[in-house]
């Protein structure tokens, strides 16, 4: 993300461009200098991600309690210090960006080929130096940050232009992010997530005025600086024979020795010699490979300005001409009121992907922790494919031609095998038994409404004709259910073991703190079982989308991870329920969970049987280390013999059972362990 070079560039070359600030202290000074304001900071969260998630446990699947707690905390200190924050998310990706965008989810699908890799060799989770963000985590961010009750906005274009634009025109005390383009932008200060100590508040401030002084350039200069050095949208590529020109007619003028520091240096000495005009910027675009848009070094300059700045490097006239050709989009909609409520949904972060669709016709999905190797599993885009045809058909019922067919919908998917050289062309399919409109299911407010809402929430998953069994179930049970169902009818391969262990899971999590979910240890983790994780949260996030294209039959909080997923607990009860433990140690001895174990397995077999889907038993117990009497080692609650952070062992991919200097904390318990598990008790959040 950013531009290429100039965080290395700002940090270790250029004087002053960075400085250690403390935010409490800043928001103190911006008090007094807007007496009765309150001080603001503006989150870029999509660049927050890796700093928030913090939990030990990142692989399978999400420790999902924990995290809300960590954000909870993350939150409260900002409050303690008079700060207001408000947070932005990406609400889509841009056609200009789509390139970067598609080569950062192929250089993914390697980074989780080799965790794989790793999972299946060592039976344990790689160190934080492959750290893959869980399936889902910024759409579920988005939600826990409305439940904790901040101020959350989705964007209708890239997000760090809404964020820039955002700071500076609502007095801001600054942006929080990671993100350098943010250097570029004439807009408030810039601070560091990555630098954060959140107990002093402290953290990195970057300067635009230091680092123009040591290039010897102009604000409005930084905008050309970033897209002859490559961005989102100006391939690194697409200048690198005119980088090579400036360093080689710059050669002996500069000081510097590293070579990435002399290259800056040479392309803004040059800025600093040609005149500030747009007749400078055509002569550099006709220096562009041939093949490549001319006019895109004049969309990445564009891209830099705020509502009511303008550049020497266009003409006055050019960012409203722009700015108009790449946002005006006619809607597939063609109920206005219906769009409107969409939009106004999207941008308070209150629906899913709704807008998208309503809006161009055009979704994507960014990379899932799955193993293109397991033949028996198919990818999560696919599995879930039919589910998310009958949501496009739900909002796209009112625009289908003379023949009763629905305009494609564009999928950016990734999943194993796409090289998405460009979009599935996916076709609406419509409900069974029928659509109903838009206006029905969003305005309706009588209680036939209520239930044409979550009849038609069930036909998306194919269950309208169970929807009296489901309904009579608490709402996050009820949700739990739809999905396994919906699973075990796509994917032939999954298992009475495998439904076990996510209904076990779900019912134990009730009884469950984030500390002592925090304290579960696993003995090994289990690839399959990985991938299972995040098959299960991927399928909410299509709850999710379901639910608001029906007009939320559920409150969203009701479909959120944390009531109903831990990625730990779930590997604990799928190596349990694969070795055959009884239900009674399934259920960790609670009569309760037992009884409705029961009660919720029998009715999800039930329907399955009546679809013709039967389920058998299979176990993998091969799976799993045993000890040395052959018993199978499970995972723990509260051992006080803790295992050390994963990010202390090696990373290892050597034919070897364990990776060398496997610490002696990660060795098998001994004959003697039994598992033990505190009380359990309810958490709220």
Known sequence: MGVRGLHWFVTSTCPGGCMVVNLKEMAENHQSKYPGSVPVLVVDAMSCLRQWYTPESWVCGGQWCEYLSNLDGFIRAFSAAGIKLVFYFDGLVEQKKRDEWVKRRLKNNKEIARIFQFLKINKQQPGRGMFFIPSGLATFTCFALKTL?????????????????????????????????????????????????????????????????????????????????????????????????????????????????????????????????????ITLAEMLPQGLDKTILYQGIESYLLPGQQSPWLPCDFSHHSVASTQQEVPLCSDQEIFQIA????????????YNILSSGEVECSNTLEDEQDAELPGQARIYQLARQHIYSILLESVKDVHGTYPVVKEWFVYPGNSLQQPDLIQPKQLPGGTPSLRLLWLGRGPEDEKRRYCTFLACFQ???????????????????????????????????????????????????????????????????????????????????????????????????????????FQEKYEQAHRGCHLHELLEGNEAWLAEFQNLRSLICKVCSAKGRHIQSRQRPNRFVTDRQGRCQGSRFQNPRRIQPHHQYRQYFGRVSQPPGYPAEFQPPGPGFRSRHGPPRRQRF
């Open 343 to 354: 939009k106004q949904q999207h941008v308070r972060a209150e629906n899913y992907m709704v």
């Open 463 to 569: 269950l309208q004709d169970v929807a009296e069994e489901l309904q009579a179930l608490e709402a996050p049970t009820g949700a739990v259910c739809t999905l396994l169902l919906y699973l075990i009818l796509q994917v032939g391969s999954l298992s009475l073991e495998d439904l076990n262990a996510f209904m076990a899971q779900a019912l134990c999590l009730k009884g469950k703190s984030a500390a002592q979910l925090a304290d579960l240890q696993l003995a090994q983790v289990d690839s399959r079982a990985v991938q299972l994780g995040s098959l299960f949260i991927r399928g909410l996030c299509v709850l999710v989308m379901a639910n608001s294209a029906c007009g939320f039959p559920f409150r969203m909080d009701d479909l959120m991870p944390w009531h109903i997923f831990d990625g730990k607990l």
């Open 149 to 281: 009750g901040q101020e959350t906005r989705c964007s209708l274009q890239e997000a760090d232009h809404e964020v820039a634009s955002y700071g500076l025109h609502n007095n801001c005390l600054g942006i929080l992010g990671e993100d350098t383009d943010y250097l570029i932008y004439d807009t408030v200060p810039y601070f560091s997530i990555n630098k954060l100590c959140l107990e002093k508040l402290e953290t990195i401030t970057y300067s635009r005025q230091n680092l123009c002084s040591m290039l010897g350039l102009c604000l409005t200069d930084l905008p050309l600086l970033a897209c002859i050095l490559g961005t989102d949208i100006i391939p690194e590529r697409a200048m690198e024979s005119f980088r090579n020109k400036c360093i080689a007619s710059s050669s002996g003028k500069s000081q510097c020795s590293d070579k990435r520091s002399s290259m800056i240096l040479a392309v803004a000495n040059y800025i600093s010699t040609i005149p500030r005009s747009y007749d400078s910027v």
